[in-house]
């Protein structure tokens, strides 16, 4: 079976720029949960979706979203990007049935550069 | 808070030896799910190994395991019989009753020929 892919894999942007990154979970994969790595860090989560719901949200501010799709795909949007934007972006997919400590499986990321 | 904390930023080990990687952590909750994973120069976040809090009994995969003390509050990780492949950046993480992973700032773990 196919594991969690993300595109694009790499991306540079400028600041203020808007960025869309993609996400497809496993196949019977129903949450999908997004996460910023800033080099040297773990990473730090940002959303996650359930049956297309939004069911939490880190400390990141308004200008990141989120949505998923029926299929169960997400895109995560970035608006007015910022230098401090630079990162890693993890996506992971987990069943989704409704045990909120489920192991989550992830992607290879998209690193985003902003010059 | 809920904190995780990993001491070791490097550690480097002779191929075939056995390592052990520290996390501790912090946290108020009873029942909580904890989990290696590594992240090799390729990027992607690997699952190493994953311990129920509510379970005694240590987890083990392969040349993988892990000696969970919960009153410590330690989590660290073993790895027997290290080989070149397990050069990586291991991260623990917690599952704390909530939707999210909380990580530490990881070990990055270089096996030597």
């Known amino acids: 079976d196919a594991g969690v892919t993300q595109s694009p894999t790499h991306l540079i942007k400028t600041r203020g720029q808007q960025v869309t990154l993609r996400c497809s979970p496993i196949s019977g994969h129903k949450s999908v949960s997004w996460y910023q790595q800033v080099l040297g860090q773990g990473p730090q989560f940002i959303f996650q979706?359930?049956?297309?719901?939004?069911?939490g949200r880190g400390n990141f501010p308004d200008r990141f979203s989120a949505r998923q799709f029926p299929n169960y795909s997400s895109e995560l949007n970035v608006n007015a990007l910022l230098l401090g934007d630079s990162a890693l972006y993890l996506c992971a997919s987990s069943k989704g049935t409704g045990v909120s400590q489920e192991t989550q499986y992830f992607g290879p990321g998209t690193r985003l550069l902003v010059l | 808070a809920q904190t995780v904390t990993q001491s070791q930023p490097e550690m480097s080990v002779q191929e075939a030896e056995t390592v052990t990687l520290s996390c501790t952590y912090d946290t108020s909750e009873n029942n909580y799910y904890l989990f290696w994973y590594k992240q090799p120069p390729s990027r992607q976040m690997i699952l190493v190994i994953r311990?129920?809090?509510?379970?005694?009994q240590n987890a083990t995969e392969n040349r993988f395991s892990v000696n969970f003390q919960k009153a410590a509050k330690s989590f660290s990780l073993k790895i027997s019989d290290s080989q070149l492949g397990d050069t990586a950046m291991y991260f623990c993480a917690f599952n704390f009753g909530n939707e999210k992973l909380t990580f530490g700032t990881g070990t990055r773990l270089t096996i030597i020929p």
């Open positions: 311990q129920e809090a509510y379970k005694q």
């Open positions: 979706y359930y049956e297309k719901e939004e069911r």
